[in-house]
């Protein structure tokens, strides 16, 4: 099965099909989702620095994946964020979520956005996600 072959590909994050996307690629790496990031110019809030909507639709994503990678769909029910530490644009982040408990539909994951140069955290997440048809 090729997930990115499916309706998901104009998701802003990670869709394949979406030409103003973020383009981000996810993979599995054993019980952990990952993929890296380099935020632009076009990301920031304001002082060139990251936009908090940007670093969550990180986060909520590498989530959300964890469980699409493995072949069922889900949609965010719950989500809390908490922003660490400043992230300047054209600075590489390396993303990772992780699924902490499965509760029959409801699947509850973390998610972290790392400074790839110095392991840095910048912002983690906690989030539940309603699986369909489980």
Do not use: W
């Not at 590909?9 to 890296?36: H, Q, S, T, Y």
């Not at 990031?37 to 002082?47: I, Q």
């Not at 989530?63 to 400043?86: D, I, Q, S, W």
């Amino acid at each position: 099965m090729n997930p990115l072959a499916s309706t998901a590909n104009r998701c802003f994050v990670c869709g394949v099909g979406n030409p103003i996307g973020l383009n981000v690629r996810f993979r599995l790496d054993g019980d952990v989702c990952r993929a890296e990031f380099t935020p632009g110019e076009a990301h920031v809030g304001y002082d060139g620095l990251v936009h908090g909507g940007i670093l969550f639709s990180l986060l909520d994503d590498v989530m959300a994946n964890h469980v699409f990678l493995r072949g069922e769909r889900c949609y965010t029910a719950k989500a809390e964020v908490r922003y660490r530490n400043p992230l300047p644009a054209g600075t590489a982040v390396r993303l990772e979520g992780r699924q902490t408990r499965r509760k029959g539909r409801l699947a509850m994951l973390e998610g972290r956005v790392l400074r790839a140069d110095n392991d840095e955290l910048v912002a983690e997440a906690t989030g539940s996600f309603m699986v369909e048809g489980s």
